[in-house]
């Protein structure tokens, strides 16, 4: 185990940089440190929908989840370190054929809704969304683990699916989109 923060404030960020894993000074403002904020609030958002009520499958699911979060946070914070791999993202996939098997099939597009930990769900897929953008704008100027966007990737469609069964498994339908309803 690394080193154990003693003291949680340094004054070394006043200037507006931070430091990355290696020990390298960015700004603030990097597209390493947007991605690596990013996914530290999609982990924190999986958080918040963990204090809701749900089943113990999905549950367990979200908590490997935080873990591999965590990983990919360490990944993105030392320059060409792969931490992520193609074995979790095909972990992230069965979970989601297993939890889609149990489904109805999906005719209609379905607002974020239902249950309050399928409403979180829904929430975290969105918030997925961003932290996937934002790894994938790193990529334009930095080397980035393939693994790790995909991973990402991977995992919205999960909450996604996770957010349907969330709601199925509670005896909620999915909340479906009425076009034009207040025309």
């Given at each position: ?98 939890l889609n098997a149990d489904l109805s099939p999906l005719k209609e597009f ?74």
């Amino acid at each position: 185990m690394g080193h154990r923060l003693s003291k949680i404030y340094t004054r070394t960020g006043d200037d507006g940089t931070t430091g990355l894993g290696d020990g390298a000074r960015v700004k603030k403002t990097s597209a390493r440190v947007e991605a690596i904020g990013a996914v530290d609030e999609l982990n924190s958002v999986i958080g918040v929908l963990l204090t809701h009520g749900m089943p113990e499958d999905i549950r367990a699911a979200l908590t490997d989840v935080q873990h591999d979060l965590f990983d990919l946070g360490g990944e993105l914070s030392i320059p060409n370190r792969a931490a992520i791999t193609e074995q979790q993202v095909a972990r992230l996939e069965t979970t989601l054929d297993g939890l889609n098997a149990d489904l109805s099939p999906l005719k209609e597009f379905i607002l974020p809704g239902g249950t309050p930990a399928a409403a979180a769900c829904h929430l975290a897929r969105a918030v997925c969304r961003r932290a996937e953008r934002r790894v994938y704008r790193l990529g334009e100027t930095e080397t980035i683990n393939p693994a790790a966007a995909k991973y990402l990737n991977r995992l919205s469609d999960l909450l996604f699916v996770m957010a349907r069964a969330l709601n199925t498994r509670a005896g909620r339908g999915d909340v479906l989109w009425q076009p034009g309803k207040n025309r």
